[in-house]
């Protein structure tokens, strides 16, 4: 047998048009990129609404730093801290808002790091069918944010006031709710193994690399479902952010509850039962505290 270790780089960058939309399950388009080296990267887009997708962010993006910083540095504490932790940036472009008829929209991205180190198991003579037993360790998972606003968007203190940047962050919250990275955690394999027709001597890197990602983008791919009907459930509930919702602090509390989460039909909900029911699971009202009370 053999113990090769190696590092993985899984990236899902996603566009979750949330302002001003009725969020519905999109198109999905992957763009993948092989590295022939001993890391790999991955890339897909998923488009989280109703529109079509966007392979492609426009060529007009302004990206106008000070325009930014001074949005930023006009943000209150409850917005802020999910600046800080959803690592949101912002960005200008009226060509992409025009095409999707948005106001605004958020952009984010799954980011999930990892090393893996495997061995494999020649057959036995009967069969000559052999196994591969990978191991998972130092799995870091993020969400990370862009805002897209129009060029004519003020970056002043009464911004933060706006049902604009509002709801937007209602989404973030949503997508930066700790809850996430608790059911990455769970469901995240710490070992895998293949039964194959295959030699131990024979075994590639490349053929390695895509069994692991095999398994580990249903368990992204999931994670990245459940997001979005939460963000679909806040565009219906909220009338696209001109309607309040009538308890904030139930309506984000029962997003990744064992009901929602058996309403979406999680692939793992069995798996992440145990989690679902400690304390620590349930208790986020810290994380929603502060926009919450923004509110009121």
Not at 102 to 120: D, G, M, P, Q, W
Not at 202 to 228: P, S
Not at 266 to 273: D, E, P, Q, R
Request: aromatic fraction near 10%; glycine fraction near 4%.
């Amino acid at each position: 047998m053999r113990n090769l270790p190696n590092n993985w780089k899984q990236a899902t960058s996603g566009r979750a048009f949330g302002q001003r939309s009725t969020l519905s399950s999109g198109d999905t388009a992957f763009f993948v990129s092989l590295a022939l080296t001993r890391s790999l990267m991955i890339v897909f887009f998923c488009c989280l609404g109703c529109c079509q997708l966007a392979a492609h962010p426009s060529d007009e993006i302004l990206n106008d730093d000070s325009f930014s910083g001074k949005l930023v540095d006009a943000a209150p504490p409850a917005f802020r801290r999910l600046i800080d932790q959803g690592m949101v940036s912002f960005a200008r472009d009226d060509a992409a808002l025009a095409k999707h008829g948005k106001r605004a929209l958020t952009e984010f991205h799954i980011e999930t790091n990892y090393e893996y180190s495997y061995r494999t198991f020649p057959g036995n003579r009967l069969d000559q069918a052999g196994a591969i037993e990978v191991s998972l360790k130092n799995v870091d998972f993020r969400v990370s944010h862009r805002v897209v606003l129009p060029t004519d968007f003020q970056a002043d203190p009464s911004a933060w006031n706006g049902i604009v940047l509002i709801h937007e962050f209602d989404h973030v919250a949503i997508s930066t709710d700790p809850r996430i990275g608790m059911l990455a955690n769970q469901i995240y394999p710490r070992r895998m193994r293949l039964s194959a027709q295959l030699d131990a001597v024979q075994v590639t890197e490349k053929e390695i690399q895509l069994f692991i990602k095999r398994e580990t983008d249903q368990r992204v791919d999931e994670i990245r479902r459940i997001i979005q009907g939460n963000y679909d459930a806040l565009d219906s509930s909220t009338r696209d952010g001109y309607q309040a919702l009538d308890d904030r602090a139930a309506f984000f509390q029962s997003l990744y509850s064992q009901e929602n989460l058996a309403k979406h039909d999680f692939l793992y909900l069995s798996k992440s039962s145990s989690l679902i029911k400690q304390s620590k699971y349930r208790d986020v009202s810290k994380h929603y505290a502060l926009i919450i009370d923004t509110m009121k």
